[in-house]
């Protein structure tokens, strides 16, 4: 029977070096796996010994395995201690490093105008309406009271498609018809959108831009109200007192029609570079609803009066932003763009 002492002192000496669980398991079948263990050999053999010898070997072996299993849990635990104190060490994370830059974009300058265009129009009642990009004569020009031959046709140059049939439209108006086809007065609509003139393009004009037109159609819809709802939206989108000028001019979907100036927003109506030192900017076009085109759109002649206006969006936000030119609204140059 093999000692107890030297079992005591290989147990410590091999305890010692053991650094992981794979080694500390072979260690506890060692000296007390139940088959082979050197201490469970003791343990049986007790049984073959003398009383005397029992009582001497017997309680020391016991003690023996008490602090033998003792020390491989303590054992157990700190291995396992330290593998998680390792893992911390590989994934800990350095609060204090700089953050990588989200790449996320953000609205383009136009979205943006548009969405605000839409609020404010939106707490005055008016809901927003659509139409195609491409268009039949009869909802670019005829409808709208600009017959074929006619010369007012040139006032909008335009993309045409398949052999002159189909347009892309040059201007939002076209809308106008499409929502009077399908809805009854009173109402009050607005309708942002795309539109495509051949234009030899400058710092203000470009062939590819943004229209809000605005229609509002009823029993008694004057001149007061165009005034009234225009002023109120330019305020609100300026975020200062806004004045109007309505000036006599010639379009043919309204009778009368005006060309609408406000007071420069970059002055205050002094006079400077922007205004071209009058004070006024030019920016839209407007005017009651020509019975003609009430007619066009299925309307009874003389039963209604509207007014309508169409304001460049691109315009409205280059003086919002003060962007010098409106090309830039849509080079996707990032550069540009970034700074909104
Ligand atoms: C029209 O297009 C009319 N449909 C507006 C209208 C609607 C009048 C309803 C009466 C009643 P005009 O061509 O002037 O009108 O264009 C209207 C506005 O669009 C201009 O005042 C300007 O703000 C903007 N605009 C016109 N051409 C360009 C362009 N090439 N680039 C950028 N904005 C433009």
């Keep these: 029977m093999e000692g107890l002492e030297s079992i005591q002192k290989d147990a410590q000496k091999e305890l010692e070096k053991i650094s992981n669980l794979k080694d500390l398991e072979a260690f506890e079948l060692e000296f007390l796996g139940r088959k082979k263990g050197r201490l469970t050999a003791v343990l049986r053999s007790l049984g073959t010994l003398s009383d005397t010898e029992k009582r001497k070997v017997g309680p020391k072996a016991q003690i023996l395995r008490k602090d033998l299993e003792g020390a491989i849990k303590e054992k157990k635990s700190s291995l396992k201690r330290g593998d998680i104190d390792s893992r911390l060490e590989k994934e800990k994370i350095d609060i204090t490093y700089p953050g990588l830059k989200d790449p996320r974009g953000h609205l383009h300058p136009i979205t943006k105008v548009r969405r605000e265009v839409e609020n404010i129009f939106g707490a005055m009642g008016f809901e927003v309406a659509s139409g195609p990009y491409i268009e039949t004569d009869f909802y670019n020009f005829d409808a709208l009271n600009i017959p074929e031959e006619h010369p007012a046709r040139d006032m909008w140059d335009t993309f045409w498609l398949k052999g002159m049939t189909y347009a892309l439209r040059p201007h939002t108006s ?26 030899a393009t400058d710092a203000s004009h470009d062939f590819d831009f943004w229209q809000l037109e605005g229609l509002m159609v009823g029993k008694n819809v004057s001149v007061k109200d165009l005034k009234y709802v225009l002023e109120t939206f330019m305020s609100k989108f300026f975020g200062k007192k806004v004045k109007l000028r309505l000036r006599p001019s010639f379009f043919p979907f309204v009778e009368p029609g005006f060309e609408v100036d406000i007071s420069c927003v970059a002055c205050v109506a002094k006079g400077c570079s922007v205004c071209q030192k009058t004070g006024w900017l030019e920016l839209l076009g407007a005017g009651m609803v020509h019975q003609n085109v009430f007619a066009a759109a299925g309307y009874v002649r003389g039963e209604y009066t509207g007014f309508a206006f169409g304001v460049g969006l691109d315009r409205l936000a280059l003086m919002k932003y003060k962007i010098p030119d409106v090309r830039h609204l849509r080079t996707s140059d990032i550069r540009f763009l970034k700074q909104f």
């Design 174 to 199: 076209p809308v106008q018809i499409h929502y009077m086809e399908k809805h009854n007065p009173p109402f009050r609509i607005i309708a942002p959108g795309r539109v495509f003139r051949q234009e």
